[in-house]
């Protein structure tokens, strides 16, 4: 092979030097053509894992919000908000009384009640019929009053 070469004018090596670049350049044009377009396939599918994933999790907390709503078991209702905010409230209370649920709890200021009380309502997606809120130097205390 190197007598080959060597025997090959300065024009001939020069095609040959020139026409092996080329190859090279084609061979990572098309590798880099390959990946880029399994890239673009792979977040694509990634995209409708996600889009996937989203609804049945949306799908799943209404399923849940439903049988909560519909659920007339503290325990469970307690368990559920105790799961669902158990760093932000403290001294959570549920007590039915008459036709009435009512969900008393503490929290450290009046904003963090009233965005907790929101929270609470929708996800119970039951009918509020009176907030209370009393708010001292230390915490806040919210009372919540459902049909």
């Known amino acids: 092979m190197n007598n080959f070469l060597n025997n090959l004018n300065t024009r001939e090596k020069n095609l040959i030097f020139i026409a092996s670049s080329l190859m090279v350049i084609a ?4 590798l880099i053509n390959n990946t880029v377009t399994n890239l673009n396939f792979s977040s694509k599918e990634l995209d ?22 519909q659920s007339s078991n503290i325990e469970e209702i307690e368990l559920f908000i105790r799961n669902l905010l158990q760093e932000s409230i403290s001294n959570l209370v549920i007590v039915e009384e008459e036709s009435s649920l009512i969900v008393s709890f503490k929290t450290n200021n009046l904003k963090e009640s009233i ?9 119970l997606g039951r009918e509020l019929s009176k907030i209370s809120y009393s708010n001292n130097e230390e915490d806040s205390i919210t009372k919540l009053f459902f049909n």
């Open 48 to 69: 409708k894992a996600k889009s996937d994933y989203k609804y049945v999790v949306s799908k799943a907390e209404l399923l849940g919000n439903n049988a909560l709503s």
């Open 115 to 123: 965005s907790i009380s929101d929270e609470i309502a929708f996800r």
């Open 27 to 30: 061979a990572l044009f098309f």
